[in-house]
């Protein structure tokens, strides 16, 4: 279609803006962990899964996110290099950002700080990698496909998700609490604000 972008050819800007914002979400999703005051959904679920896998978080979000592909093929969504790249980028960040951080998660005002320090490294990645419009991530393309299939609006379906997510990986032994809340409340104004800033970047050819 003309004027749009392509899902699969990315010139060097739109390529270094998905990678980017793919690494600070991944790092943000580890500071997350770090601080031992609850994940996000998502996390929940791959630490859940992690921890009967015998798997680091970081592959299990990998591993997740290849089955939620499979979910887009009767929702008929199309994926981009962008989706690809977020299936694997943000686990790969995930586990690096573990391995740099160590053990041990220090004092309770240094743990807050790293939830706020992770809904913010969240927000901007997030800001960065869809601005790229390289395609969803696979949690994204599955709200869509799922809202358009239903008629329910993306709020409600994204919450529903959400919801399921955590329920499941609390039943599997995913960490919960106040970080989890904070990430809740707070990641979406993140996002949106991050969206209207980067949104007005101007990069030639998004």
Do not use: K
Not at 15 to 37: C, D
């Amino acid at each position: 279609m003309s004027g749009v972008p392509s899902r699969w050819r990315a010139s060097p800007a739109r390529l270094t803006r998905l990678l980017v914002g793919l690494a600070l979400f991944g790092a943000g999703e580890g500071l997350l962990v770090h601080s031992a005051l609850g994940n996000s959904p998502w996390t929940v679920l791959a630490e859940g899964a992690a921890e009967h896998a015998g798997l680091a978080i970081g592959t299990a979000t990998i591993a997740i996110s290849l089955v939620i592909l499979l979910a887009w093929v009767p929702l008929h969504q199309r994926p981009g290099l962008g989706t690809i790249a977020n299936a694997v980028v943000v686990g790969v960040a995930i586990d690096v950002t573990l391995r740099a951080l160590g053990d041990g998660s220090g004092a309770l005002g240094a743990r807050a700080l790293e939830v706020a320090g992770a809904i913010a490294l969240v927000s901007v990645g997030s800001g960065f990698y869809l601005t790229a419009r390289l395609g969803p991530g696979p949690r994204d393309g599955l709200m869509t496909g799922l809202a358009a299939r239903t008629g329910g609006s993306i709020r409600l379906t994204r919450g529903l998700i959400e919801l399921s997510a955590c329920a499941a990986g609390a039943a599997l032994g995913g960490t919960l609490g106040l970080g989890t809340l904070a990430f809740a409340l707070l990641i979406g104004p993140g996002v949106q604000f991050a969206l209207a800033r980067l949104g007005a970047l101007g990069v030639a050819d998004l």
